[in-house]
């Protein structure tokens, strides 16, 4: 007699792994963010605080229960989160030196304002 049962598997317990919720989300902010960053700073600080804010809570998610997600998305995760800080501190940056060059340029064109001769005409 041949033996036709069909082999059974040998882990039984094992879990499939999924990825990170928003992994993917939280890299493509990230790099945005960095790339953005130029755009008088306020689409980059938006987009870093959001990649950030996801980065946090898929970084949670992980810390709660490692084995039910992949570690790529856990990486992918992790790259986007130091891309959306960088982002966000060069976008800050970007955005205080604009605020300074305004307010000093405002305060040069003031002063050409009020030492022209208006009663003259």
Same mark, same amino acid.
């Given at each position: 007699?041949?033996?036709?049962?069909?082999? %059974?598997?040998?882990?039984?317990?094992? @879990?499939?792994?999924?990825?990170?919720?928003? #992994?993917? #989300?939280?890299?493509?902010?990230?790099?945005?963010?960095?790339?953005?960053?130029?755009?008088?700073?306020?689409?980059?600080?938006?987009?870093?605080?959001?990649?950030?804010?996801?980065?946090?809570?898929?970084?949670?998610?992980?810390?709660?229960?490692?084995? %039910?997600?992949?570690?790529?998305?856990?990486?992918?995760?992790?790259?986007?989160?130091?891309? #959306?800080?960088?982002?966000?501190?060069?976008?800050?940056?970007?955005? #205080?030196?604009?605020?300074?060059?305004?307010?000093?340029?405002?305060?040069?064109?003031?002063?050409?304002? @009020? %030492?022209?001769?208006?009663?003259?005409?």
């Amino acid at each position: 007699m041949e033996n036709t049962s069909t082999p %059974q598997p040998q882990n039984v317990n094992q @879990t499939v792994q999924q990825p990170l919720p928003n #992994a993917t #989300a939280v890299l493509v902010l990230g790099i945005l963010s960095i790339a953005v960053c130029w755009c008088y700073g306020l689409f980059g600080i938006t987009m870093g605080i959001i990649a950030l804010v996801l980065s946090g809570k898929a970084k949670t998610l992980y810390n709660e229960n490692p084995e %039910q997600y992949t570690q790529a998305s856990y990486k992918n995760m992790n790259a986007g989160r130091i891309c #959306a800080i960088i982002g966000t501190i060069l976008s800050s940056i970007y955005l #205080a030196v604009i605020l300074i060059y305004v307010l000093i340029v405002g305060a040069a064109i003031g002063t050409l304002f @009020t %030492q022209f001769p208006w009663e003259s005409f």
